[in-house]
């Protein structure tokens, strides 16, 4: 009952985190006008965001011998839970945005939490675990000013704003058996899609007085998801050390999820006004026409990752760790034959992900030299995004590396393991073809806490 105290507790503070923080955030990227907005730059937690986004093969052994992450994105890790972990991640991005035509740069900064993930051993007898959490799924949040001549020698202002995202609160189960693991996500995806556009002409100096106007369409929307996850591991070979109880063994886990293609509720209202409107400020004087609970749905694609890792591990007296892990996974989401947004399709295309992992520990038992300790991570994807502004289709390729950092808490090291899991990713969205590139470089901090919190006492 402490636990469920605890997390009571925590729960006001979570939502403020995750859901009243990003709204604040400094983002301006005109790609967020499309779909659902920009998706969040590998929507994982911190070990995986070091290894290139690589979760679909990621075991619970690759987290070394001090506590462990939880996996968010294969609900099939969660059989493997053997402690209690509070999972936290938060994400700092600076974005580049060039423009070629007309030729421009425009630079934003910005800082946001990543996710908040608790898992916990239902059984460890059974590996049975489950986990639960919030995190950001899309982020929307834009402001582009367009200036046009018109033939009669007056001219056109726009100006076009957008802001919401997609988020998730979620839960889910796992069960493991010795070579396979299963798991279900489920839970709700929520948010909402703001977008005003700001319309005035500006006439000549001997011209008669003029109002702006303002179209505005606020929807939001939800429903439930399903995600579906399979994770296993063998051993491929076992090399025999002189002590008898150090070896060698080589294995390799493969992993695989299914997100069921989703139909989410909306409402929908749209407002048509003439007035002043400035920044800060809104002055409406006359409105032209309102509507709204304007019911409709979004589509979403079914998505799908599959993903295998080889593993050497280190196997002694003290416990076992992975020394070397190196993977590889694929994504893909089919948006552009499913999205449609009240009925609508939008300049989209169908997306994919290639992912490429690898991560090292020297030796997670030296502990008396600490960076022998450390996880030492790389990775590197390439794809496509599933949003396509000018139909020549938008590339995207990160490279990152990354470290997990044990922290040791004295006189409870037996029983509580903290890590300080850490990536910096520097990535690109877009080519010479594109009307518009976008270079980012993100700096995620993660802290896990795990603790033995249900064990029974043996002494009173």
């Known amino acids: 009952m402490r636990f469920v105290k605890k997390i009571i507790r925590l729960t006001p503070f979570l939502v403020l985190v995750c859901f009243i923080t990003p709204t604040k955030a400094q983002i301006n990227s005109p790609f967020s006008r499309y779909g659902l907005g920009n998706e969040v730059y ?220 989703q139909t989410l509720s909306g409402k929908q209202d749209i407002l048509r006004t003439t007035g002043t409107f400035t920044t800060g400020t809104s002055a409406p004087i006359d409105t032209a026409s309102m509507s709204i609970n304007n019911s409709g749905s979004i589509k979403l694609p079914a998505s799908y990752t599959a993903g295998i890792a080889f593993h050497k591990k280190e196997v002694s007296n003290k416990g076992s760790f992975d020394q070397l892990v190196i993977g590889i996974q694929l994504d893909k989401a089919d948006w552009k034959s499913t999205y449609r947004f009240y009925g609508q399709p939008d300049l989209l295309s169908n997306a994919y992900m290639l992912r490429f992992g690898l991560q090292y520990c020297p030796n997670s038992f030296e502990y008396e030299n600490y960076w022998s300790t450390v996880v030492y991570r790389a990775g590197f994807n390439t794809g496509k995004d599933y949003i396509n502004v000018d139909q020549k289709g938008l590339t995207v390729s990160s490279f990152s590396i990354g470290a997990g950092l044990p922290i040791r808490k004295y006189r409870s090291y037996d029983y509580q393991f903290s890590l300080l899991n850490l990536a910096l990713q520097f990535g690109k969205r877009g080519s010479s073809n594109n009307t518009y590139q976008e270079s980012f470089v993100q700096f995620t901090v993660g802290y896990s806490l795990s603790d033995i919190w249900f064990n029974k006492r043996k002494y009173d």
């Not at 839970?81 to 070629?100: A, C, E, I, P, V």
């Open 42 to 261: 590998n929507s994982q937690n911190a070990t995986s965001q070091g290894m290139g986004g690589f979760t679909a093969a990621y075991t619970a052994s690759m987290n070394g011998s001090f506590g462990q992450s939880v996996n968010i994105n294969n609900p099939a890790s969660y059989g493997s839970l053997y402690m209690t972990t509070f999972d936290l991640g938060m994400n700092f991005t600076s974005n580049t945005l060039k423009s070629n035509t007309p030729v421009s740069r425009f630079q934003s900064n910005y800082f946001v939490p990543n996710y908040v993930a608790i898992g916990l051993p239902l059984n460890k007898e059974k590996h049975l675990g489950m986990a639960f959490g919030l995190r950001p799924l899309t982020q929307i949040n834009y402001s582009v000013d367009e200036l046009k001549i018109l033939p009669t020698g007056d001219s056109l202002y726009n100006n076009y704003i957008g802001q919401g995202g997609l988020n998730q609160a979620y839960i889910g189960f796992g069960k493991s058996w010795k070579y396979l693991s299963l798991g279900l996500n489920t839970g709700y995806n929520f948010g909402k899609k703001r977008i005003e556009n700001v319309k005035s002409f500006q006439y000549n100096t001997d011209s008669t007085a003029f109002y702006q106007s303002q179209a505005s369409t606020n929807t939001l929307f939800g429903g439930v998801f399903f995600q579906l996850g399979m994770l296993g591991e063998f051993t491929l070979n076992t090399i025999s050390h002189p002590k008898t109880t150090d070896k060698t063994e080589y294995t390799l886990s493969y992993g695989a999820t299914a997100t069921l293609q």
